[in-house]
């Protein structure tokens, strides 16, 4: 019976508007809401760590970008003393070449000219791991400047001979184990000198060459840092926000479910949710020359702050953004307005960053620069244009 | 004899499957059922059901009658009964074009009887349907405004579950060979639910499910009384007149608006203190039976539905009890007659067939029902049974079909075409009595 139950229905619509009062309601309706309040969280990012550990990059140079300003990162790097092959040639002959091994991976600024930079001689040994980009540290003195080409995959700067003979007996110096070299050797600081570029390196790619007649053994990055220090651009909009990874690096917005309009929708069961947080492609294009680059960001991380404040939850890893900015929808939005509307808020506030590499790992810097709307002022400000939740309801 | 074992076990197995489904979603029905407190339905015996109606005059000594416990007081044997429907109601009219074809499958009640005094005094009690609401109607809509590059097309499906049970127990006494009266205590409780779906078939939609639901309950009480007049026109003929009637009860109610499913769900608004207030029924029939083979009835029943008044209906905290108000209740009344022929009598020495009872039965009633307040809506249907006799003295299988018509499709309301078949198995043993031999 039950079988035959199950596979004999044929409803239709007939008796739905049998009667004064028919079956009627249902129908979905779509409405858009905007943030009760967004922001830009400007956080100084940690960009120290020792190898093993991310980041792996660090950056320098300088870029004057028409859209964001003024952006000065300043690499600091020290090595690993390559205790087993400092033996032979390497330990008992004079050095014959001393050069520091640059790889970059990225570039932000103009890609048609070189840039220069100064390399300086840390003047004592410093703490990477952890270190923010805020970080101060002593200036030692300069090296040197050269002399390097965005486009080139490999740029050797070989070190001048005062400084390897100054530099000799620490770098062979194994006793302790190396100990002594970590006590003598600082390491480098890489600053930009002149041209309007930011060069990404890794650190694992980055090591200072050592050879001798016969031999050539590598120092490699041991523990790597980047200071930022961004001047804003005057031509950005009121009504633009910059997201940039290592300096504005967090979206921020919340939605206070117990204010208009939210409160309206009260009880009212969600069919759909997508937040949608739009970028200006025009102004982004109007603002950028030919031949500059500018990365954006590949992936977001969508988060939630728990009410309570205790937690952070996160919503999606690997955000992908569309031309037209960033969009996301599923389950995860729909459950979050049904649980404000239906119950209690379970979040305090959203924050979006930009991930800095393409497998969607928040703990890797970028420059990146996303370039989203803020919320309208106008008060006939198109509800579809700005930041908002595209939210499908069924009223009842 | 081998036929009637096979096919006593193959319906308690049917049954047995049924139960646990009793009261939950056991299929679709009539848009009716979403009005008042659900398709009501009438708890009697399986030879009343036959033949037409109620049968509140008919006395038997291999059936428990509910719909008059004055009946009570014939019991010979300890009884059991159960049964299950299973009915399709073909609905058309209305502002859709098509039918709408649902079926539903339901488990019929439960009896439990026994004599105190054989012949005398009897006990009863009963877990039985009273009403049910099963509908169920679908549309598919394209949303007038959308964001979206393409239009949202959706389904909206609305759907009735639920309805009233009743517990019911008492006693019928015998004075004499003429008169015998009987009274019963029932407690009416269950849940009635509006449930409305919207679904989508685009991706990242997720369905809706909002549920108006009201809880009731309420206690009502049955008298009861019948005559018998014997060697009226012939000898060893029978007119019996019985009468009953269910006295006014107050169903208390709750209702509740929840979004989301089963256990899964949100309440969004309650309100409780209020009450649907039911009428009495009153219930008459007559039997009159020329031999022990041939047996004809006509009842009739009146309920004065449109006096009934709820206290639901009048506040924004949620939804409306009954759907409509009450103006949407009208008067019900049902006439019934029935013809039941059984070739054997009471020879219980007579071949299977013999011993099998042939009935027929017609019906009309008037609906308690007016969706739109203006249209009385009608129901005629006819039956046709037959009661298989078993090995087992006392114990019978009853097969009932039947098809009716009920509604019309003026005045934009629909026209439901049913049919369907019931089976009830009525188990009779001899229990609580001393063995006169040693």
């Known amino acids: 019976m039950l079988f035959l139950t199950a596979c004999d229905d044929n409803p239709t619509g007939v008796g739905v508007d049998v009667g004064d009062d028919p079956l009627q309601g249902g129908e979905p309706v779509t409405v858009n809401l905007p943030p009760t309040s967004l922001n830009v969280e400007r956080r100084a990012p940690v960009t120290g760590a020792v190898a093993g550990n991310l980041p792996e990059r660090f950056f320098a140079g300088r870029v004057n970008d028409p859209l964001v300003g003024t952006t000065e990162a300043q690499g600091f790097l020290n090595l690993f003393q390559p205790i087993e092959e400092l033996s032979g040639s390497l330990y008992n002959d004079p050095l014959t070449d001393v050069s520091l091994r640059l790889a970059p991976i990225s570039v932000y600024g103009d890609t048609t000219s070189t840039v220069t930079m100064a390399l300086y001689d840390m003047p004592a040994p410093w703490d990477g791991a952890g270190a923010r980009s805020d970080t101060t540290l002593a200036e030692g003195e300069q090296i040197l400047t050269f002399e390097l080409d965005p486009t080139d995959e490999e740029t050797l700067v070989p070190l001048p001979r005062t400084w390897i003979n100054e530099n000799e007996p620490v770098l062979r110096d194994t006793t302790g184990g190396g100990e002594a070299f970590l006590d003598a050797f600082a390491g480098f600081r890489i600053a930009p000198s002149s041209g309007n570029a930011v060069i990404g390196f890794n650190r694992n790619d980055t090591a200072l060459r050592v050879a001798t007649s016969t031999d050539t053994t590598n120092f490699n990055g041991r523990v790597s840092l980047t200071t930022i220090e961004r001047t804003p651009s005057d031509a950005l909009p009121d009504d633009r926000v910059l997201v940039q990874g290592g300096f504005a690096n967090a979206l921020t917005f919340t939605y206070d479910f117990d204010a208009p309009p939210l409160d309206t929708l009260r009880g009212t069961p969600v069919n759909r949710a997508e937040f949608v947080l739009p970028v200006d492609t025009t102004l982004w294009a109007d603002s950028t020359p030919d031949g500059f680059a500018r990365p954006t960001p590949d992936s977001y991380s969508f988060t939630g702050t728990s009410t309570d404040g205790d937690q952070t939850v996160t919503l999606s890893s690997n955000l992908t953004p569309f031309d037209e900015g960033l969009r996301f929808t599923g389950d995860t939005p729909a459950r979050i307005f049904e649980e404000g509307f239906l119950r209690e808020s379970a979040f305090s506030e959203f924050v979006i960053t930009p991930n800095a590499t393409e497998g969607g790992t928040s703990n890797e810097i970028s420059l990146d620069v996303a370039l989203f709307h803020r919320l309208p002022t106008a008060p006939d400000a198109p509800d579809a244009e700005g930041p908002r939740a595209t939210v499908t309801v069924t009223p009842y | 004899m081998h036929f009637a074992r096979t096919l006593l076990i193959g319906l308690l197995l049917t049954l047995g ?309 009450t103006e949407t209740l009208a008067d019900q009344w049902t006439l019934s007659s029935g013809v039941e022929w059984r070739p054997a009598g009471d020879d219980s020495f007579r071949g299977f067939l013999a011993r099998t009872a042939y009935r027929l039965g017609v019906s009309y009633e008037q609906l308690y029902v007016s969706p739109n307040t203006t249209t009385t809506l009608n129901a005629v249907e006819a039956r046709m049974g037959i009661s298989l006799p078993t090995s087992v003295s006392g114990t019978r299988i009853d097969l009932t079909t039947h098809v009716g018509r009920q509604g019309t499709t003026s005045q934009n309301l629909v026209q439901d075409l049913y049919y369907g078949v019931s089976a009830r198995v009525t188990i009779g043993e001899r229990w609580f009595q001393e063995r006169r031999l040693r």
């Open chain 2, 17 to 325: 499957g049924l139960l646990p489904v009793w009261g939950q979603d056991a299929g679709d029905g009539s848009i009716y059922s979403r009005f008042g407190i659900g398709e009501l339905q009438t708890p009697s015996s399986a030879q009343a059901q036959a033949l037409g109606g109620h049968g509140v005059a008919l006395r038997s000594l291999n059936y428990t009658n509910l719909s008059n416990p004055a009946l009570w007081s014939d019991q010979v044997l300890t009884r059991v009964a159960l049964g299950a429907r299973f009915r399709t109601v073909e609905s058309e009219g209305g502002q859709t074009e098509g039918t709408s074809r649902l079926t539903a499958g339901n488990f019929d009640g439960v009896q439990f009887s026994f004599p105190l005094l054989r012949q005398k005094l009897g006990v009863a009690f009963g877990f039985v349907p009273v009403s049910q609401s099963n509908f169920r109607s679908r549309v598919q809509r394209t949303a007038s405004s959308t964001p979206f590059d393409e239009t949202l097309d959706y389904q909206v499906e609305f759907l009735g579950r639920g309805g009233l049970q009743k517990i019911t127990g008492g006693f019928g006494y015998r004075f004499n060979d003429l008169i015998s009266v009987g009274a019963s205590l029932d407690y009416l409780f269950g849940t009635i639910e509006t449930q409305r779906r919207t679904s989508f078939t685009r991706p990242n939609f997720q369905e809706t499910v909002v549920t108006n639901g009201v809880r009731l309950d309420a206690l009502s009480a049955t008298l009861g009384t019948h005559l018998t007049i014997g060697d009226l026109l012939r000898p060893e003929d029978n007119l019996m007149i019985g009468a009953a009637v269910t006295l006014p009860a107050s169903l208390s109610g709750t209702r509740t608006r929840t979004i989301g499913e089963s256990l899964d769900r949100d309440t969004v608004s309650t309100a409780s203190g209020g009450a649907l207030d039911m009428p009495v029924t009153a219930r008459l029939g007559v039997a009159y039976v020329p031999s022990s083979a041939l047996t004809l009835t006509v009842n009739g029943s009146y309920a004065p539905w449109s006096q009934a008044e709820s206290s639901m209906t009048d506040d924004d905290v949620s939804f409306a009890f009954p759907v409509g108000g």
